[in-house]
């Protein structure tokens, strides 16, 4: 039969048909299983390089929100300390833990879970700063379904603050200084520029614009709409802005409690008390009180941090986190519309009464209970180290019993950097003379020692480069001083008083420059003045009078009275001793020019001018680098 089948074409058509469909059919399915395998191989590739891209774009990610938080907690004068705890605090809280902000991959959920280890802490000086260096690992875990990689970054943040000398500068680098102890009152508004410091300070005139700071040994009060463009430091006692409309660009530390009538705004706030906003101010930067806080009617802040209980009068916004060593709205049962954008923190208890229209973006923890009335809304966790209650929405977990994270502690008011070690200027030693000497004309009075020297003449008294000893300087209305400063500068020391009539003008020469200085010439030619000032020395034990309308440069020291007449122009550094510092109404401009090269420069050191006219080195920025290349683990 076989060999029938051999010699007929047709059954040896049919045997070759089989062998080549069985050929085919072998080579088919391993080429098939071949490309599933290939197929498969791709895909698992495909995913372990991703893996690798989602972690590289976590860690990438991380570091971006860690490096603004640095740059946002340098835009605050924090120790180390503090900088650094609430910078890990925000670490632990919003960067480590599973980040999920990814496209879908090949119908699986990429997540990349994040974990900041922090590792050594080293210090050192760094010229008159203090630098404190945190080291911190970043691992980042790439995970697409049962696949995934880890990638390290090693990191160094660096915070550096100014180490606080044992003076607030010296005296003569203040525009106003008083070591007595008569208040400081400014009563007719005018235009400051320069920084102030005296034992109590009293700013009761509306429109009152003052480009510096205001150092206080006691308290500090502003009773009329005013304008600060610097700190208010008040070393002893309190602040209190009690009228509305102030405003305060730069910071408030304050030994005792401070207090912010409706509409004042600031930067941030140190007390070494309680914080009360009585209506609608606006904290650009953070509250940080000893006691409790207060935030009046649609007053809006930062970070709160409360060494006591936290009340809100109603249409407040907080647009940072809220860290309260006490209760948080148990005595605010009428207020409403709260918004908090961060995280709360109490060590007491927690109350959103019901239909007030609390939003909470962030988690409550509390060490007491929390209570969420209904219409209120807590976006993140509760969780509570009492009870939970209320009808009010929690969207994340609601722990009761649970261990809630506690709240971070105050920064305490900076006050010692700012203080003067010794308040009395010390005065110099010398001998005058026992002539009494008439100006009735234009005179040259060559330096040297003279008695009483009255100015009765129109024409100028000159006073040359060089040293002047008076027992007494006074004139008569209408009269003028020339100080030539060609060869250097002028000092005038005087035993008793310096009394200058109404109308006294004065010129000032040096080389070919010789200028009438009154207020016209100091508003267009500033710079110039102020260097002029600088050379131009008095020191009197008695007082030193100007009168109205008066236009004076030079910088003055009186062992008793400071007086100058309404609607002065002054141009210099002045300060008293003993007596009363007294800038009289009708809007008086006062502008600071350092001692630059006359008697007074060894009353200052440049240290003391917080608006850019002292000598000081610039603060460097907080510093982050990385410090090791990404690998993989």
């Known amino acids: 039969m076989f060999k029938d089948m051999w010699s007929n074409e047709d059954g040896m058509a049919l045997i070759f048909t089989l062998l080549t469909f069985v050929v085919l059919s072998v080579l088919g399915t391993a080429i098939f299983s071949l490309t599933v395998s290939n197929v498969n191989l791709t895909k698992a590739t495909t995913t372990h390089e991703s893996t690798f891209y989602i972690s590289e774009a976590g860690s990438n990610q991380s570091l971006a929100l860690i490096k603004a938080k640095v740059k946002q907690l340098s835009t605050h004068s924090l120790s180390h300390d503090a900088f650094f705890s609430q910078l890990n605090h925000y670490v632990q809280t919003e960067i480590n833990g599973e980040m999920t902000t990814f496209e ?3 119908g699986e959920q990429p997540r990349a879970e994040m974990n900041v280890g922090i590792g050594a802490v080293a210090e050192r000086m760094v010229g008159n700063y203090s630098e404190r260096t945190t080291g911190y690992t970043l691992e980042s875990t790439g995970e697409i379904g049962a696949a995934d990689r880890t990638i390290e970054t090693r990191f160094d943040i660096s915070h550096r603050i100014q180490v606080a000398s044992s003076t607030g500068g010296a005296p003569l680098d203040y525009l106003l200084y008083s070591g007595s102890n008569h208040q400081l009152d400014l009563t007719g508004g005018g235009y400051f520029e320069g920084d102030v410091y005296a034992k109590d300070v009293n700013i009761r005139a509306s429109g009152t614009e003052l480009h510096g700071s205001v150092i206080s040994e006691q308290s500090i009060k502003i009773s009329s709409a005013s304008k600060i463009y610097g700190d208010l ?50 904290i650009t930067g953070d509250i940080n009180a000893g006691g409790y806080v207060k935030l009046g009617y649609g007053a809006v802040t930062n970070n709160i941090y409360a060494n006591g209980d936290l009340d809100w ?10 860290h309260a060593v006490g209760d948080v709205g148990l005595t605010s049962s009428s207020s409403s519309n709260i918004s908090v954008k961060g995280n709360t923190y109490t060590g007491g208890d927690f109350r959103a009464g019901a239909y007030n229209n609390f939003r909470f973006d962030g988690s409550v923890h509390a060490g007491g209970d929390i209570e969420i009335g209904t219409d209120n809304i807590i ?5 509570a180290g009492g009870d939970i209650t209320g009808q ?58 003279y008695g009483r020297v009255k100015i009765n003449g129109r024409g100028p008294l000159v006073l040359k480069s060089g040293n002047y000893y008076f027992e007494s300087l006074s004139s008569v ?5 020339k100080f030539d400063i060609t060869d250097g500068p002028i000092n005038v020391f005087v035993n008793g008083d310096v009394a200058i009539k109404t109308d006294m003008e004065f010129y000032v020469k040096k080389g070919a420059r010789d200028v009438k200085v009154d207020n016209n010439f100091v508003r267009t030619h500033l710079d110039e ?7 131009i020395y008095f020191e009197t034990h008695g007082s030193f009078t100007l009168p109205e309308s008066t236009t004076f440069i030079g910088t003055v020291i009186a062992n008793q009275n400071f007086t100058a007449g309404h609607a002065a122009t002054l141009v210099g550094a002045f300060a008293v001793n003993h007596g009363k510092m007294d800038i009289r109404d009708y809007g008086p401009n006062v502008y600071y020019a350092p001692p630059k090269t006359s008697a007074g420069a060894a009353h200052a050191n440049g240290t003391g001018a917080s608006t850019g006219t002292g000598e000081g080195e610039v603060l460097p920025p907080t510093a982050i680098s990385i410090t090791s290349a990404t690998t993989e683990q």
């Open 104 to 106: 879908p991959n090949g």
């Open 529 to 535: 003045v102020k260097k002029f000032a600088g050379e």
């Open 313 to 322: 009068r109603g249409g407040n916004i907080v647009n940072g986190d809220i």
């Open 392 to 449: 009010g929405t929690v969207n994340g977990l609601r722990s009761s019993s649970g261990t809630p994270n506690v709240p971070l502690a105050p920064t305490a008011p900076q006050l010692s950097e700012h203080r003067m070690d010794v308040s009395a200027i010390p005065l110099t030693t010398f001998e005058y003379g026992s002539k009494k000497t008439n100006i009735n004309q234009t005179i040259t009075l060559e330096p040297g020692e």
């Open 477 to 481: 209305p209408h009269t003028g001083v």
């Open 233 to 282: 430091v008040a070393l002893g006692g309190h602040v209190n802005l009690s009228s509305s409309n102030n405003e305060v660009t730069g910071d408030i530390h304050a030994r005792d409690y401070v207090m912010l009538s409706d509409g004042t705004d600031a930067q941030s706030i140190y007390s070494g008390s309680y914080v009360d906003l009585v209506g609608a101010n606006g």
């Open 379 to 383: 976006k993140g966790d509760a969780i």
